[in-house]
């Protein structure tokens, strides 16, 4: 009999833990099915109306017109500009106040700072819509009078400044995740700050910056209300974003919140609309994977 | 020393200078948006903030109108979604990064949680209502609102306590381990102490998305207009964002301004909320 | 006596109301008042869209709906296919009978910026030429010969809202069918500030928006031929009729069912009541003339 | 007692430990010497399984303890790391507070009461010669300390477990002379009741403390024998060089 | 060269250096010898101000390098570390490539020139005695060397800004003899262009590579002089205990 053969009780914490932390990181994969089932349950219903070419090769979307068409493309453009402005407005900032935090902040601006921006994060949405359309709006109209009342521009800036603590905060934590012997090292053969922050902290913490990344630019793409009161709900194939456009989620509020008769082909739209989303936000993440791998780095030794 | 070296450092030393200021102008974009709102927004909303309005429900007469409705409703949802979330989303991140092999399964559950990230929060809305309010027929009650809730914010807790796991040294695990702490014990009494900093700040900023969220709540059922509070995780219900939209969107000029004395409510609950889990974060990353 | 009736204060239950955020207001005013006069009833008004409101009455969740047009019917009275059922046939398919309660006015106001003294009054003719479908007006000189050479920038309601739906029937003949190159918004409060700072504007909302906003937005009156005269809404135009095409019913709807509830019964009794119409007009609404609410009366016996 | 039986280890495709086998006596004190990246830490760390952690390792051949296989299927890796306790080449202490740190393991394994703990506590630190410069406020973080401090606080650290074997690695390369002479005298001690594995690049140290002395190259065993005979008497040649300092 | 004058040193309220004035003359080796805990790192720290990193620490007194103050405020401390490199007394490399690792400096230093740089990181990985373990995968992460290997490849990074001034915090602790002694080889080499400090707790290496050194205790430099007098000779009474190991 082997001494070291202690058997474990089969509830010793040990053996049961991982099995109930299974089960909870069990309930992402039920709520996708669960999301998956309900967009695609009733997006078949509407398929069966409108033909899946069609839809995803339209460049019309006018579904709530007398003659509806349903081309999804002019709201794939308008998320798609909306996230690239706004990302364009949030990465570069959000990864600089985190390298300021991190590297350049004393202790207690870090301290104080910190949850202020994060205070950002917790703005309701409609706050933001209204910000942009009332402050950010006029300004832009100033600097370029063609600037429309509803545009592209002004909501990204406003999505970009709502992911800031996002970004900011969880690249800040990785950043201070980065051990100092690190900083050391590199401040030891003459580095700057910014050469320590940019060289050795950043790599070393890439991969709790992508990840902010990626979680912020999933708000982007996700966000609704900011987009649907400040950018307009005007689907168009449009490369300007000083005009006004509709992304998917400004279509799907616009319609859920709407007097449309539920069960319509007009209402079923809204499910294609989320599973075209959810199909975009896949390739995105997939995307992200497949970068993150190539060029973390890894310093747990 | 040669000139040029020295001239490479001044170079160099300038950019850091430069970039400095870049980096301080950077944080300062996202508090001078911060004071710009709160500018407008109390010098929209601070005149109707009195202890009525704490007192009151919602009503026509806008001098009348309070928000304790909306403000149980939303200490109600936020006592469950907090906990809630928080235990779900660090046992899902503990699974991935600290038990999950390199498989299909743990990498289907990665994607997957990132994926849900970009789902707009309408389409949880959705989900909430025919998982919980139609399929587990709990109505449109604070727990379906609060579930919703949930799971809308579960996958930036997870993202951010997953990546400071991942930033905890190997070497304090070996060394647990190597006292014959088993994994668990060893994730417990070191593993989460370290990340708890990285942690907490996923709790802030998935908690400050839950408590500012309209759509889920509104599609899930929760009414706009509700005159009593809730007394049990059935009730009917009503949250801030839901009251400050409501008011916003009517045409008074007085109710606007009622909603931006809501948004200020909001806003001092967030903090209230967040002060916690700031006080233990600057705690936890002191030592 | 129906508010003998309906101020019994041994009346105790809840009473879910949702559906039309034009209606909202009304049936928040109606429930704050019903609630004084009994404390043993709770009412709930929701805003969750005119087809939010009927999805719910269908599926037993709620006792009333609110509504800002009628309740969908199959075309002609022939059924629909599966699937694709009117809200009419889906709650018959559940054992129930809706009740339809017209409750009060809503004039869609057509508005210009205070600074337009030209386009004061239009014809619905004017109005369609401008607002109708590939409608070739660009500029005011298009509608009227010797008004500017401007272009007419153009608001008006998302395309999911009942007042879209209205709009569009009433002026350009067919429901839905509209000139797609408008600025939109599903927020009135935006549309609102859409005109008002922009001086070449024509755009059009519900009528409590322009009551509220009288001192910076201009309305247009409306004429329906030449020859008859160009009337201003107001609450007199709108409640007398005279204020035409655009004055539209809002309605309520209950279902037999909830209809036996006494306090669903009492309060839409109080709905009708004298007492009622005021408060319809304290919210900016419009009352009807008390025929309407009488054969309301006779319809909940 | 330690019985290493033709053991293989390979990172991934490389082959760090070749066909190793050696027995360990009880209550003997080893050596391991040999040049930087030979395989002495790993070979340590196979004794008691700390290369589990490590997804490349694969192991072939045997490790018995007392006769027992520690590399069988069902083995508690748990109860064997509190009876193989290991002190590693880079200290590591916990983010905690001194006497947490100490506290840590007999917390674990079950030890409540504060008062017992104070003492496994105070009995660790004074064996670890780190008690009088600590005594005064054990509960300072152990990142304050100095890196002698912190390697003997992890010294401490390992102690308070009581395990039956301890396994060092460099454990005085951080260590002042005074504390190396402590920890060198504790070895001493610690042999009549425990089996100690020390790696070592001290040869003077290796001379003064251990029984045995095994020397390694590239991963290979070239020399396992009594430590007086390792360092006058080498029957290969390549440890005569390596331990007159001839080598490379 | 390097004259320190009146040094007082404090982590917040604890005085960790007490009043240290000594002079370091150009291209000389000076070894820092005394018990854990006395201050030996905290000095050398003070030399190329890495110091300023600890938020809490105070200094009194002054350090001139060459004639100049290097605490002075307008001080340019990249310069100054530039010319003053350090090797740290647990291995740092950064999670990179072990060329990134060496290359490091010279490319933050204005090198640019691929050949160039080949040439620096063969040189300094040749000088610090590791060039002919990595030189067949120089696109190695650091991290998968051994201990040893990291201090060495820490000291090429050090070596590759060619610095004039070279501290070592116990650089050969982690070390085997080999490595060892060809580190204090290359010791004796660089004194001929470069001014050394050695933190060691190895009295022989002190007695073999140091031209002077200088005694601590507590914060207090108890003594400082020609190594072969502190040996041999020792004025004080404490550094003769701690010097013949019969201290403590
Ligand atoms: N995790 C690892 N993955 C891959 N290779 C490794 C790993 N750890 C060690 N090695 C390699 O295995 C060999 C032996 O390493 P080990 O750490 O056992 O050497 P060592 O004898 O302890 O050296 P030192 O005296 O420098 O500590 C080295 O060549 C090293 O590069
Ligand atoms: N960052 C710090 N904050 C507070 N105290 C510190 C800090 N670093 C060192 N000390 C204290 O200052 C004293 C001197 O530390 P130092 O690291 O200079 O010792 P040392 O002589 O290098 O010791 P060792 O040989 O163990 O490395 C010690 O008592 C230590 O606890
Ligand atoms: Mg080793
Ligand atoms: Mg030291």
């Not at chain 4, 930087?36 to 395989?39: L, M, N, R, T, Y």
């Given at each position: 009999m082997n001494a070291f053969k202690r058997k474990k009780n089969w509830y010793s914490s040990d053996r049961v833990m991982p099995k109930v932390l299974l089960g909870f990181s069990l309930i992402s994969i039920l709520t996708t099915f669960a999301i998956v089932f309900i967009l695609l349950k009733e997006s078949i219903t509407f398929f069966s109306s409108v033909s899946v070419y069609d839809f995803f090769t339209g460049l019309k979307w006018e579904p709530l017109f007398a003659e509806p068409k349903f081309g999804v493309v002019p709201l794939i453009l308008g998320t798609v500009m909306i996230t690239f402005f706004s990302s364009i407005v949030a990465l570069p900032v959000g990864l600089g106040s985190a390298i300021y935090l991190s590297e350049y902040a004393p202790d207690r601006v870090r301290t104080i700072v910190k949850p202020i921006l994060e205070i950002l994060a917790g703005i309701p949405t409609i706050v933001y819509g209204f910000f942009a359309l009332t402050f950010v709006t006029p300004i832009l109209q100033k600097i370029i009078?063609?600037?429309?009342?509803?545009?592209a521009l002004s909501a990204s800036i406003v999505v970009g400044i709502m992911i800031i603590p996002m970004i900011s905060s969880l690249s800040e934590d990785a950043m201070m995740a980065v051990p100092r012997a690190l900083r050391n090292g590199a401040y030891a053969v003459g580095s700057t700050k910014l050469e320590v922050a940019i060289k050795v902290v950043v790599p070393a913490a890439l991969s709790g910056i992508i990840a902010s990344f990626v979680l912020g630019l999933s708000r982007a793409v996700g966000e609704t209300m900011i987009v649907a009161l400040a950018a307009g709900l005007q689907p168009r194939i449009s490369f300007n974003p000083l005009e006004s456009i509709e992304t998917l989620t400004a279509y799907i509020v616009q319609v859920s919140a709407g007097d449309i008769q539920y069960g319509s082909v007009e209402y079923l739209s809204i499910y294609a609309v989320g599973i075209t989303l959810f199909a975009i936000t896949l390739g995105m993440n997939l995307l992200a994977n497949y970068i993150s791998s190539k060029f973390r780095e890894d310093y747990g030794g | 020393m040669k000139n040029f070296e020295l001239q490479h450092i001044q170079r160099r030393k300038r950019s850091n200078r430069i970039m400095h200021i870049l980096f301080l102008f950077s944080t300062m974009i996202g508090i001078v948006t911060l004071g710009i709102l709160l500018v407008q927004i109390i010098a929209k909303g601070s005149g109707w903030i009195s202890l009525d309005f704490f007192t009151h429900f919602s009503s026509r007469f806008p001098e009348k109108s309070g928000i304790k409705a909306a403000f149980f409703g939303t200490l109600w949802l936020m006592l469950i979604t907090a906990p809630l979330t928080f235990i779900i989303g660090v046992s899902t991140a503990i699974y991935l990064e600290e038990y999950a092999k390199n498989t299909w399964l743990s990498r289907f559950i990665q994607t997957n949680i990132s994926n849900l990230a970009g789902v707009p929060s309408v389409v949880y809305g959705l989900l909430g209502l025919t998982i919980f309010v139609r399929l587990f027929d709990l109505g449109r009650s604070l727990i379906s609102g609060a579930l919703t809730m949930t799971l809308l914010v579960l996958p930036v807790i997870i993202v951010a306590a997953r990546e400071s796991l991942k930033a905890v040294p190997n070497h304090q695990r070996n060394a647990s381990l190597a006292l014959g702490a088993n994994p668990w014990q060893t994730i417990l009494r070191v593993v989460l102490p370290s990340a708890m900093p990285g942690i907490l700040t996923g709790s802030i900023l998935s908690l400050s998305r839950a408590i500012g969220e309209t759509a889920p709540l509104i599609v899930v059922g929760a009414a706009s207009y509700i005159a009593f509070v809730p007394n049990s995780l059935f009730s009917d219900f009503t949250a801030m964002p839901i009251q400050i939209y409501s008011w916003a969107g009517r045409p008074e000029e007085s109710f606007g301004q009622l909603a931006a004395a809501g948004i200020i409510v909001l806003l001092i609950m967030l903090l209230g909320m967040n002060l916690i889990a700031i006080m233990l974060r600057n705690k936890y990353q002191r030592s | 006596g129906s508010s003998s009736d309906s101020s019994n204060g041994s009346l105790s239950g809840t009473i879910r109301v949702d559906g039309s955020s034009t209606v909202f207001p009304i049936s928040q005013a109606i429930a704050e008042e019903f609630m004084a006069k009994n404390s043993g009833v709770q009412v709930t008004v929701g805003e969750s869209g005119t087809g939010g409101g009927f999805k719910k009455l269908i599926a037993g969740e709620i006792e009333i709906a609110d509504a800002s047009r009628e309740i969908k019917k199959p075309k002609d009275g022939i059924a629909s296919e599966a699937g694709k059922e009117t809200e009419l046939e889906l709650l018959q398919a559940k054992g129930e009978e809706p009740l339809s309660f017209p409750i009060a006015f809503d004039g869609i106001t057509l508005v210009i910026n205070k600074k337009n003294t030209f386009a004061t009054e239009m014809t619905v003719d004017e109005l369609k030429k401008i607002w109708q479908k590939d409608s070739t007006v660009k500029n005011w000189s298009d509608v009227r010969a010797?008004?500017?050479n401007e272009e007419i920038k153009l608001y008006g309601p998302g395309t999911a809202s009942g007042t879209f739906d209205f709009f569009t029937k009433a002026i350009n003949g067919v429901e839905k069918e509209s000139r797609a190159d408008y600025t939109q918004s599903e927020d009135d409060n935006v549309l609102v500030k859409g005109v008002q700072g922009d001086e070449f504007s024509l755009g059009y909302f519900g009528f409590a928006y322009y009551e509220e906003n009288k001192d910076k937005l201009t309305a247009v009156k409306v004429k329906l031929d030449d020859a008859t005269a160009a009337v201003e809404p107001s609450i007199d135009s709108i409640k007398s009729g005279a204020y035409k095409p655009l004055s539209r019913k809002l309605f309520v709807y209950t279902t037999k069912n909830a209809l036996k509830k006494p306090e669903v019964k009492a309060f839409l009794q109080y709905y009708n009541s004298p007492d009622a119409q005021k408060l319809i007009d304290f919210v900016k609404s419009i009352h009807l003339p008390a025929e309407d609410y009488e054969a309301n009366l006779k319809l909940l016996q | 007692m330690i019985d290493i039986q033709s053991l293989d280890l390979f990172y991934g495709e490389f082959h760090a430990l070749k066909n190793v086998s050696m027995f360990l006596p009880e209550k003997s004190i080893t050596a391991f010497i040999g040049p930087?990246?030979?395989?002495k830490s790993t070979l340590l760390r196979t004794l008691n399984r700390m290369n589990d952690m490590i997804k490349t390792v694969k192991i072939k051949g045997t490790v018995t303890i007392h006769g027992n296989n520690?590399?069988?299927?069902?083995?508690n890796v748990e109860l064997l790391r509190k009876r193989v306790g290991m002190v590693f080449q880079q200290p590591n202490p916990f983010p905690k507070s001194i006497y947490d740190n100490v506290a840590y393991g007999p917390r674990i394994h079950g030890t409540k009461k504060k008062s017992e703990l104070d003492d496994i506590v105070e009995k660790s630190l004074r064996d670890a010669a780190l008690w009088d410069e600590v005594k005064g406020d054990l509960?300072?973080?152990?990142?304050?300390?100095s890196g002698g401090q912190q390697q003997r606080l992890c010294i401490a650290r390992a102690l308070a477990v009581n395990p039956e074997v301890l396994l060092m690695d460099e454990p005085t390369s951080a260590l002042d002379p005074i504390s190396t002479l402590k920890i060198e005298e504790l070895i001493q001690q610690l042999k009549e009741k425990y089996t100690i594995v020390i790696v070592t690049h001290n040869m003077q140290q290796a001379g003064r403390v251990s029984d045995q002395t095994a020397f390694f190259l590239n991963g290979e065993m070239v020399e396992f024998s009594e430590t007086d005979t390792i360092f006058s008497?080498?029957?290969d040649q390549r440890t005569e060089d390596y331990v007159t300092g001839r080598f490379g």
């Open positions: 009078p063609s600037t429309e009342v509803f545009n | - | 010797g008004w500017p | 930087s990246g030979c395989g520690i590399y069988e299927p069902e083995v509960k300072k973080s152990a990142y304050g300390l008497n080498p029957v």
